[in-house]
């Protein structure tokens, strides 16, 4: 019983210790300094690039998992609402997982606007881009893996649920008409992340820009996804893509529609541009020369 009483006094009295400001110290003096780990990455560049690979490894895992279930389910898991909202909740956990280290683009569209206003250095594009489609490609493997008994359940000829993990055309809806809703669409994200982001317009503080994010491309979602399905993301829909013409779904995802692939590509990036040209044009490009681009606060 003494044993007993004096273990319950010690941890108790460590406990309080964890709790007490004063006594902070006491937890770190247990782990050991990140200085002596010896797999700590030194380099800022391969910080940033695990950062936006996680970042966006995050968003794609979460929103094409909600894609499958509402299709894998014939929408008894849940509907186009569902999807919306799962979506704009994805890109918000993403920001928050790698945006105060890569600034968590998630999107080769923001990565190129981005540098485009010399927010960032053209010899990063490629890096961040190519992090950004792996990224996607992972998220659809680790989702296909944790749903494969459905998927061959519900498609095993691999023929009807290539729009789970890419964007296609509505039947009704030819290339040109869906290239100009990706274009538009993706000027919109855009445009709204260059007002987010704007010190002399309404700056919402760095900890609201997640959620705004969020909510901007539900919103998005909920306004344009009929003609396409709505990529405004190359990476979104490159990346599971490629998985699928690796998983079996064969080439005939890149053929399908004329060879619809190329839009999401192409679309978006020219809208990005696009979206960010009209910002500057009406109103970036008029605060005052010293104090013009986004809050200091924010990294790209």
Known sequence: MTRNSDLEKNSHAAYADL??????NLHLQHLTP???????????????????????????????????????SSEASGNFVTIALCWG??????????????????????TT??????????KKVPFYILNQVVAAYVAALFVYILYRPMFNEVDPDRMTTHTIFATYPHENVGNFTCFLTEFVATALLILGILALLDQHNRPI???????????????????????TGLAINPARDLGPRLFMLCAGWG???????????????????????????????????????????????YRF
Not at 53 to 64: D, E, I, S
Not at 113 to 122: E, G, I
Not at 275 to 283: T, W
């Open 251 to 297: 080439s005939r995802v890149f053929s399908l529609n004329h060879y619809y692939f190329w839009v999401p590509i192409v679309a978006p990036i020219t809208g990005g541009a696009a979206g960010a040209f009209v910002y500057e044009a009406l109103i970036g490009y008029h605060h005052p020369e010293k104090s013009r681009g986004p809050h200091p606060e």
């Open 113 to 122: 606007t981005l540098a485009l206003l010399k927010l960032l250095p053209w």
């Open 34 to 72: 990140i200085e002596n780990v010896p797999y700590v990455v030194k380099s800022q560049f391969a910080k940033e690039m695990m950062a936006e690979f996680l970042a966006t490894f995050v968003t794609m895992l979460f929103g094409l998992s909600c894609m499958t279930q509402v299709v894998l």
């Open 19 to 24: 709790e007490s400001p004063g006594d902070q």
């Open 89 to 110: 909740l994805s890109f918000f956990f993403g920001i928050t997982v790698g945006g105060g280290v890569s600034g968590a683009h998630l999107n080769p569209a923001v």
């Open 205 to 227: 503080g760095k900890h609201a820009v997640p959620p705004a994010v969020g909510a901007l491309v539900s919103t998005i979602a909920m306004g344009f996804a009929m003609n």
